[in-house]
């Protein structure tokens, strides 16, 4: 099944520690986008790939970037985490942009946790 | 502004019940779309339902039903027979025709079905 998969499931981390995030994607979707989910609260868009062309949103912290090696696969870096940024991230693909159009797709989230 | 509201922060009903999430936006736009979305203890989102602006039509898909009211700004989500399955976080979410990739979320409304 097309799907999109997120690894790992849960991570933990040390304060500062530089940690990746993968997720890959069998849809085959132009798109690719990561979010922040904290507790009870509703997804927060970090960036978003168009193909290549990498869109980073206003009041995303520098401490996290992303890299889109090739259609499949697109990866979260956070290069030194707070206790702050310990949540769900989750990662999701449309086919275009365009929301009228064509929803999202979401994959399973990764939990990091920041120790 | 746009803005998606979703008064009830958790609602808790026993099984086989009929229950209706709310769900009010706000807008400038005469095109929009709107959203809802499920997301179950495991974490992923999972998509239910896309309607644009131009369509106030009632859908129904098995014992989901969605209600769009443009002169009420609402788009309300009905689950009848409620079941266990259903326990769920559900987002309503708002895009409007002139941003491509932006979802308005919603806060959330916590879904508890008691068997």
């Known amino acids: ?115 | 502004a746009q803005k998606v509201t979703q008064a009830q922060t958790e609602i808790s009903v026993v099984e086989k019940e009929d229950v209706t999430l709310d769900c009010v936006y706000e807008t400038r736009d005469t095109t929009y779309y709107l959203f809802w979305y499920k997301q179950p203890p495991s974490g992923e989102l999972v998509f239910l339902i896309r309607r644009n602006s131009f369509d106030e039509q009632n859908e129904i898909s098995g014992r989901y039903s969605w209600n769009f009211q443009k002169s009420t700004s609402s788009f309300n989500f009905t689950i009848t027979a409620s079941q266990v399955v259903d326990s769920a976080v559900y987002f309503c979410a708002l895009s409007e025709a002139d941003s491509n990739y932006q979802l308005i979320w919603g806060a959330g409304t916590k879904l508890i079905i008691k068997p």
């Open chain 1, 1 to 115: 099944d097309a799907m999109v998969i997120q690894n790992p499931r849960y991570q933990v981390t040390q304060f500062g520690k530089p940690v990746t995030l993968s997720c890959s994607q069998t849809l085959n979707h132009n798109v690719m986008y990561w979010y922040q989910q904290k507790s009870s609260q509703a997804p927060k868009l970090l960036f978003h790939y168009y193909d290549k062309d990498f869109n980073n949103e206003a009041d995303t912290p520098d401490n996290f970037q992303s890299r889109r090696p090739n259609t499949s696969f697109c990866f979260l870096d956070i290069r030194s985490p707070g206790l702050g940024d310990a949540a769900m991230y989750l990662c999701a693909t449309s086919r275009e942009r365009g929301m009228g159009l064509y929803e999202q797709y979401f994959g399973p989230g990764t939990r990091l946790t920041v120790t």
